[in-house]
């Protein structure tokens, strides 16, 4: 089935030692977009890519950096892990309808910093 | 500025009674209007999808209204099971936006 991957599903770091996560689709969609997602709050939006166009939000921090190499994969690094960042992060993809469509999320990453 | 506002923020109901839930918008230019369902420990999904050329649509025990003139629009889920019990977020998006605004969520409780 096509889907949205994500890994690890669990991670665990310390504070200020760095960490990537990852995100891998089979959608072949041309947006692939990065959430943080808080205890019972919405997910929200740190940065999605349009194909290689990288569109990042203006509250996003420094600390968050992403890298997409190629249609499949999508990587989220934070520099340095602060306890504020432990949340779930979501990846989700869309077709290339620039927004005006449906996402399809993958299960999440839950980060944990102690 | 927040741009999609939903309610309630949460929501308890016997099982085989209509839920209801309500986002309003601001902006215009959203001509897309997707909810979403999420349970614990798992991305959201799509549950079901209005453009504003209908004023309501309906797959099985859910329905999306939809009021263009007034800005709003709300999901009711008929017969409500425990199994629909779960976090349900509105979200509005614009062609060439290339991002969705979501509510801040609703969260869900059928009672047996």
């Known amino acids: 089935d096509a889907m949205v991957i994500q890994n690890p599903r669990y991670q665990v770091t310390q504070f200020g030692k760095p960490v990537t996560l990852s995100c891998s689709q089979t959608?072949?969609?041309?947006?692939m977009y990065w959430y943080q997602q808080k205890s019972s709050q919405a997910p929200k939006l740190l940065f999605h890519y349009y194909d290689k166009d990288f569109n990042n939000e203006a509250d996003t921090p420094d600390n968050f950096q992403s890298r997409r190499p190629n249609t499949s994969f999508c990587f989220l690094d934070i520099r340095s892990p602060g306890l504020g960042d432990a949340a779930m992060y979501l990846c989700?993809?869309?077709?290339?309808?620039?927004?005006?469509?449906?996402?399809?999320f993958g299960p999440g990453t839950r980060l944990t910093v102690l | 500025q927040q741009q999609v506002k939903q309610s309630p923020q949460s929501l308890i109901v016997q099982k085989g009674g209509i839920s209801i839930i309500n986002c309003a918008y601001e902006?215009?230019?959203?001509?897309?209007f997707p909810w979403y369902q999420q349970f614990p420990g798992k991305g959201p999904a799509l549950l079901i999808a209005?453009?504003?050329?209908?004023s309501e649509k309906k797959e099985g025990r859910f329905t999306i209204s939809f009021n263009k003139s007034a800005k709003q629009f709300s999901l009711h889920i008929m017969d409500s099971q425990p199994g629909d019990s779960a976090t349900y977020f509105c979200?509005?998006?614009?062609?060439?936006?290339?991002?969705?605004?979501f509510g801040d969520g609703t969260t869900l409780t059928v009672k047996p």
């Open positions: 209005i453009r504003p050329d209908v």
């Open positions: 979200a509005a998006s614009a062609t060439n936006a290339g991002k969705s605004t």
């Open positions: 959608l072949n969609h041309n947006v």
């Open positions: 989700a993809t869309s077709t290339g309808g620039r927004g005006a469509d449906t996402q399809y």
């Open positions: 902006n215009t230019a959203f001509d897309y």
